[in-house]
């Protein structure tokens, strides 16, 4: 029979990835932290928390399908009818090269991954990478930037790719480790979010498979229907903040995002650590 109590709180899960998987203030931080709140932190929660994701993921494959549907059709391409398309074009290998270092990492460390999730690791994490927003911030008033995803090159791809590896520490935001990253290395804050979605589907889809692969055994059918019913509540949300997120941006820095971790930060210590 279907527990009410736990219905709720997966939907609420939903929505809490809908609003913040694609912002830079840490998706997986939120979910733990109602989790906490709600004492809702078994391993088949933890489990919950991942495969979730799946539902924001949709809204952004679909989003950008022409665009991810060109990108491979240009990769193909150059690699079987040796058409050239020039040194500017955006094609899988930029994502490819964005998502080697997570993968690698991912795999290689997923066991001592899973022992860093607690709310002191999230209350750091929500600190230094708020930290790493404002240097962001800082570099976008150096020099020239890129300001079309063309003009990404492969080096760039793969220091971002680099950079989101800092998203392993629960809280500080897989989109914050790479929209910064993105700063970084010289593109524009516009530029720097469209790569953070695109970076997204393969990370975030080989996260699921792997959580899947370990743990897809103790997925019982109940929560097999919370999953899916919650993972439509965050598709649905996340298909409506990624427009919104998409035209702010341009207008607003990232500084406000930066105060609001910190702020969560000192909630966290002083509402739920000490």
């Known amino acids: ?33 109602v989790e906490s709140i ?23 494959t679909i989003m950008f399908w022409n665009r991810l549907h ?19 074009h955006l094609c899988i290998r930029h994502i490819l090269l964005g998502t080697f270092p997570g993968v690698m990492l991912g795999l290689i460390f997923y066991k001592e991954i899973k ?49 989101q590896c800092l998203a392993f520490w629960p809280g500080f935001s897989r989109a914050g480790a790479t929209i910064g990253g993105g700063l970084l290395v010289g593109l524009n804050r516009r530029i720097s979010l469209e790569f953070s979605f695109f970076l997204a589907v393969p990370i975030i889809f080989g996260s699921v498979v792997l959580t899947l692969y370990h743990c897809g055994s103790s997925i019982s059918t109940t ?8 993972s439509i509540v965050a598709f649905v949300i996340a298909s409506l903040i990624v427009r919104c997120f998409l035209k702010i941006v341009q207008n607003i820095s990232l500084i ?8 969560l930060a000192g909630g966290i210590y002083w509402g739920l650590i000490t």
């Open 70 to 88: 060109s990108m491979s059709v240009v990769c193909m391409k150059k690699m079987f009818v040796k058409q050239h398309y020039g040194n500017n």
């Open 38 to 60: 709600f004492h809702y932190m078994e391993d088949s929660e933890k489990t919950f928390t991942v495969i979730i994701q799946l539902g924001a993921i949709l809204s952004i």
């Open 115 to 163: 022992l860093i999730f607690g709310l002191t690791y999230i209350m750091y994490g929500l600190i230094i990478g708020g930290i790493f927003l404002l240097i962001g911030e800082l570099c976008l008033l150096k020099g020239p930037r890129v300001s079309e995803i063309d003009n990404i090159t492969y080096v760039q791809s793969f220091l971002i790719g680099c950079f």
């Open 1 to 33: 029979m279907l527990d009410v109590r736990k219905l709720i709180i997966s939907l609420i899960l939903g929505v809490v990835e809908g609003l913040t998987e694609f912002l830079p203030i840490s998706s997986t931080g939120h979910m733990m932290l």
């Open 256 to 263: 406000p995002f930066a105060i609001y971790r910190f702020l």
């Open 223 to 230: 929560d097999a229907l919370l999953l899916i019913g919650s």
